[in-house]
């Protein structure tokens, strides 16, 4: 089993920064990949950002240039530098993990582990 918790989301100006964090506890070592999901009020929720455990990431194509996924093996956690922020970024922010290996896909589909959320407002 495994327990993630998202962290380091707030309230930001347009142009603004904040790093989210997702730590995760159990079974970690099983996960293969894992990703940022949002999810903004009456939308679905859309993939941001996956990274595998060879290194290898996708970005969605509106946070390209201006999202930074990584991940700390040592400290079981993952990480969301997002830069140049926009209203339209406003979202609860969800942190996921998955078995499968390569699975570098931004779909809901495959992740078996999700935590709670962290919301983020962009203000203009």
């Known amino acids: 089993q495994v327990q993630l918790v998202e962290s380091g989301g707030g309230s930001v100006q347009a142009g603004g920064s904040l790093r989210l964090s997702c730590a995760a506890s159990?079974?970690?070592?099983?996960?293969?990949?894992m990703a940022w999901f949002r999810q903004a009020p009456g939308k679905e929720r859309e993939g941001v950002a996956v990274i595998c455990s060879d290194g290898t990431t996708r970005y969605a194509d509106d946070v390209k240039g201006r999202f930074t996924i990584s991940q700390d093996n040592a400290k079981n956690t993952l990480y969301l530098q997002m830069n140049s922020l926009k209203p339209e970024d406003t979202a609860m922010y969800y942190c996921a993990a998955t078995r499968i290996v390569g699975w570098l896909r931004l779909a809901n589909i495959g992740f078996e582990y999700w935590g709670q959320g962290t919301p983020v407002t962009v203000s203009a």
């Open positions: 159990g079974s970690r070592y099983f996960m293969h990949c």
